[in-house]
């Protein structure tokens, strides 16, 4: 057997299950993109590692099928992503204008429910081409796959990838691989099936580095981002099998941390035994706002939470914004967890 056919043979056993309905949405994505020369390609504002991954992931696919690609985010790539190939394709902008002022380049959303969620002006009246994998997705797009039960919007890049037989390159696969990793919660949410260890198997065929990958993003923080834990451990509060705490944006400034450094601290109020529900709470500067994490461990859907006060995700990490004073926005956020888990 050579190492082609190997290669072959694996990703075949690598590719998801599928069903029609995504084929044929797969089918007509890469139908439309085979009609534009040119794509902007964006995500949600304060992205996180799905969505740099992914985006960087697509580019490199657009790439291959001879288009020439734009990645404009609204908002800077965090520091613990720094690593992944390519990233100085990413521009950041506050408008899609910038790029394209004469509104002709259709523009791809990966994992955005409206191009509200990008934070970019200059999407209005553009060809949008929608990609998502949360709950809360809706079809706003000219053309539009929302896959609920995939595991990242990153899995969906690689079917798309599979689909228009392009190379899956080591770049691609490490950004796929990171992308993966972070939006499953290394691996421990429900959305992480059978599907998807074969899927980073067959990135890691390809040139993922899994060790490395893992200690980029999780091995790399600034001390900063420690010195926030430590606030907002030391503001912990439980309630039965509830746990919540917070930052303000008073404390943030004081020790010099950004809004990124307090990526992940949700996940260490739910691992406490016991809690089925967590959220974190981070203060807006001179907005009146707080913003919330949630995740849950299965028992309590967290995305219905979110939905519910205009934001959204998935079943077990979902986030969204409430107004202030802080006891104002606790109390109204635990109403509704302590409803959800009676």
């Given at each position: 057997?050579?190492?082609?056919?190997?290669?072959?043979?694996?990703?075949?056993?690598?590719?998801?299950?599928?069903?029609?309905?995504?084929?044929?949405?797969?089918?007509?994505?890469?139908?439309?993109?085979?009609?534009?020369?040119?794509?902007?390609?964006?995500?949600?504002?304060?992205?996180?590692?799905?969505?740099?991954?992914?985006?960087?992931?697509?580019?490199?696919?657009?790439?291959?099928?001879?288009?020439?690609?734009?990645?404009?985010?609204?908002?800077?790539?965090?520091?613990?992503?720094?690593?992944?190939?390519?990233?100085?394709?990413?521009?950041?902008?506050?408008?899609?204008?910038?790029?394209?002022?004469?509104?002709?380049?259709?523009?791809?959303?990966?994992?955005?429910?409206?191009?509200?969620?990008?934070?970019?002006?200059?999407?209005?009246?553009?060809?949008?081409?929608?990609?998502?994998?949360?709950?809360?997705?809706?079809?706003?797009?000219?053309?539009?796959?929302?896959?609920?039960?995939?595991?990242?919007?990153?899995?969906?890049?690689?079917?798309?990838?599979?689909?228009?037989?392009?190379?899956?390159?080591?770049?691609?696969?490490?950004?796929?691989?990171?992308?993966?990793?972070?939006?499953?919660?290394?691996?421990?949410?429900?959305?992480?099936?059978?599907?998807?260890?074969?899927?980073?198997?067959?990135?890691?065929?390809?040139?993922?580095?899994?060790?490395?990958?893992?200690?980029?993003?999780?091995?790399?923080?600034?001390?900063?981002?420690?010195?926030?834990?430590?606030?907002?451990l030391s503001n912990l509060q439980t309630e039965g099998d509830l746990a919540w705490t917070w930052v303000t944006s008073e404390d943030m400034e004081r020790i010099g941390a950004g809004a990124e450094?307090?990526?992940?601290?949700?996940?260490?109020?739910?691992?406490?035994?016991?809690?089925?529900?967590?959220?974190?709470?981070?203060?807006?500067?001179?907005?009146?706002?707080?913003?919330?994490?949630?995740?849950?461990?299965?028992?309590?859907?967290?995305?219905?939470?979110?939905?519910?006060?205009?934001?959204?995700?998935?079943?077990?990490?979902?986030?969204?914004?409430?107004?202030?004073?802080?006891?104002?926005?606790?109390?109204?956020?635990?109403?509704?967890?302590?409803?959800?888990?009676?």
């Amino acid at each position: 057997m050579t190492p082609q056919t190997a290669t072959q043979e694996l990703q075949q056993v690598s590719q998801p299950a599928k069903t029609p309905s995504h084929e044929g949405q797969i089918a007509a994505i890469l139908a439309a993109i085979r009609q534009h020369p040119r794509f902007l390609v964006t995500s949600h504002a304060r992205p996180d590692g799905d969505a740099i991954g992914s985006v960087l992931a697509l580019a490199e696919v657009l790439d291959q099928l001879g288009r020439k690609v734009e990645i404009i985010l609204a908002d800077p790539v965090p520091a613990t992503y720094a690593s992944l190939p390519n990233l100085d394709r990413v521009r950041r902008a506050p408008s899609a204008d910038d790029i394209d002022p004469d509104k002709n380049t259709p523009a791809i959303l990966l994992e955005c429910d409206g191009i509200d969620r990008t934070g970019l002006l200059g999407l209005e009246g553009r060809a949008l081409f929608n990609i998502d994998h949360h709950a809360s997705g809706r079809p706003f797009g000219v053309v539009n796959w929302i896959d609920e039960h995939a595991c990242a919007v990153a899995a969906m890049v690689y079917r798309i990838a599979v689909a228009a037989k392009v190379r899956i390159t080591p770049s691609m696969a490490t950004c796929l691989y990171a992308a993966i990793l972070s939006d499953t919660g290394t691996f421990t949410y429900s959305s992480t099936t059978a599907e998807t260890f074969a899927l980073v198997h067959d990135l890691a065929a390809h040139g993922a580095n899994p060790s490395q990958i893992a200690r980029d993003i999780y091995f790399s923080n600034p001390a900063s981002k420690i010195r926030l834990l430590g606030i907002a451990l030391s503001n912990l509060q439980t309630e039965g099998d509830l746990a919540w705490t917070w930052v303000t944006s008073e404390d943030m400034e004081r020790i010099g941390a950004g809004a990124e450094d307090c990526e992940g601290v949700v996940n260490y109020l739910i691992s406490i035994a016991e809690v089925e529900a967590a959220v974190f709470l981070r203060e807006v500067p001179d907005a009146s706002q707080f913003r919330l994490s949630i995740r849950s461990k299965g028992k309590i859907d967290v995305a219905k939470i979110a939905e519910h006060f205009g934001g959204g995700g998935h079943r077990s990490a979902s986030g969204c914004t409430l107004h202030g004073p802080l006891d104002v926005a606790i109390g109204r956020i635990l109403t509704q967890l302590r409803t959800g888990l009676c």
